[in-house]
């Protein structure tokens, strides 16, 4: 059975730093999508990561993915309140996606 | 395009009722993906459907769980009877798989459901 682990469940960050969620999974998987969820609110995809070492970026966000590792990464840089929001990773598997328990990021000022 | 459509926004029910969720998923999709979500399961993948067709049902919690896709544009998913333990935002997704694309999922806006 796939598995995927968020880490940290719940992060807490000053505005201007910088931090990086992380995403494990636990079988073969060459996709991987990261989603945000405002609170009340659906999710919404970031990013659509379709092969080893792929790299995307928007604003202050990055994501990254490494196959071999089964791992990806999603960094925050220079955080903002905006950002304030819960992150899923979600890694695909055949026809469905298997999604993270999800990262809940707080910035303050 | 109107994006993936659910109805209604918010339900609220007396325990032991039928509560039926609907959804119509973007046009040309082919997939389409009922999840439930609350603080303590996170978020749970119930069923979904290929080109109508239910393909995987085993996140459906109990036979209280039905759910239909009659047609390309409309899926249901109804609780009977309802119980106080199925609260819960409940959302439709859809996707489509061009060539050389992905299976990225869309989301609709969820149904919030309290049963009482």
């Known amino acids: 059975e796939l598995k995927v682990e968020q880490n940290p469940l719940f992060l807490s960050m000053q505005e201007g730093k910088n931090y990086t969620i992380y995403c494990n999974y636990s079988?073969?998987?060459?996709?991987l999508y990261w989603y945000r969820q405002d609170p009340g609110k659906s999710l919404e995809s970031l990013f659509v990561?379709?092969?080893?070492?792929a790299v995307k970026q928007e604003g202050r966000l990055m994501a990254s993915l490494d196959t071999k590792a089964r791992l990806s990464t999603l960094h925050i840089t220079a955080a903002v309140h905006d950002l304030s929001a819960t992150y899923f990773c979600?890694?695909?598997?055949?026809?469905?996606?298997?999604f993270g328990t999800g990262t809940r990021l707080q910035v303050f000022p | 395009d109107a994006g993936v459509i659910q109805s209604p926004r918010h339900e609220v029910t007396e325990m032991g009722q039928e509560v039926t969720l609907r959804c119509k998923p973007i046009s040309g999709h082919d997939y389409l993906f009922w999840y439930r979500q609350t603080m303590m399961r996170g978020l749970e993948l119930l069923i979904y459907f290929n080109n109508n067709v239910p393909i995987d049902d085993s996140g459906m919690p109990e036979d209280r769980f039905s759910a239909k896709m009659p047609n390309a544009s409309f899926s249901t998913l109804k609780i009977q009877p309802s119980e106080p333990r199925d609260s819960a935002v409940y959302f439709c997704?859809?996707?489509?798989?061009?060539?050389?694309?992905?299976?990225?999922?869309?989301f609709g806006p969820g149904t919030r459901l309290t049963v009482t």
């Open positions: 079988t073969t998987s060459d996709r």
């Open positions: 990561l379709l092969s080893n070492g």
């Open positions: 997704a859809s996707s489509f798989m061009p060539a050389g694309g992905s299976y990225e999922q869309y």
């Open positions: 979600a890694v695909e598997n055949t026809d469905k996606l298997i």
